[in-house]
């Protein structure tokens, strides 16, 4: 299981990134609900104030925006991320569709097969295809060749 | 070109051993060699007029920058195999066929453009999802988007 995170700014350019390899995760609500929190810290130590976060795990964004903190294990990790709020100036929590979400999903997908890496302000070959798919929305000759 | 850098002590064409060996003889003046051109996919006939006195690198800036893809890589692979060719003949003194070269080039090209496949999955991880009218939009002026997915080696369901 890996956890990815991407964080992009409103010119569409990929300030950082990071990925972690977690062993024996086969929970996907788990998987999503850490990488929130990682992605939370990540922005954190960071300092990036103003805040949208994004992902596809339509159940974790719902938990943390109804501040639902159920007593099981993803419960205790919503709770941790909800207790981030005050280390942000403005913090939000958005569902996206998968699609809107390809940097971070591809990033996911590569990070199966390599290892824990963190990327600030420069951009890895595997970011910059994805990104540009998803900010351009073109496919055509750049990853081919 | 061997005989010019003291290699070979002929200073003739290996393939056809009529001419002296240059860079522009070997790829496109050597009746072998417009052979593999002629009978390529791209079917280049090499004696025609315009072809006549152009230096080889010419001829391959000509035929490599702005042309589709596709041509680029027929082009190259057919250099490589005449290359190819040349070096069997020379170092193995086998002949070499006209036909059986074009083969190999064009094995070469679908071996190539298969692996280039594979490769942009390997990249991206996986088949490329396919373009639909949601995608990321950039946050407002002062803010930073963060994105988090999870993937295990079973499609995580979200």
Redesign the interface.
Known sequence: ????????????VV?GGSCWQVCS??D?EV??A???R???E??KDMS?M??????????VVLALNAHQQSSNYVGSIIRDCISFIGSFH?LNFLH??????????????????NLDCIWVEETP??FL??WH???C?T?V?E??? | MMFKRGINSDPLCVLCGEHNETISHLFMECHWSKQIWFASSLGVVLDSHEFRNVPFHKWLEKNIIDVEEDIILHVLTLCYEIWCAKNKKCFEETDVDVAATIQKAQRSIVNFKSASTVLVETLSGGPILPISDVHWTPPFSGFYKLNVDAAGPIEVIS
Request: a negative charge.
């Open positions: 299981m890996s956890i990815d995170v991407v964080v992009g700014d409103n010119e569409g300030i995760l086969l996907s998987a999503e850490l990488v929130m990682k992605g939370l990540f922005a990036f103003n805040l949208i976060a994004e992902s596809d795990a339509s159940n403005s996206v569709r998968r699609e809107a979400n390809q940097a971070a999903h591809y990033l996911a997908k590569y990070t199966l097969k070959l595997v295809q994805s798919l998803i900010y929305q496919f000759v990853i081919v060749f």
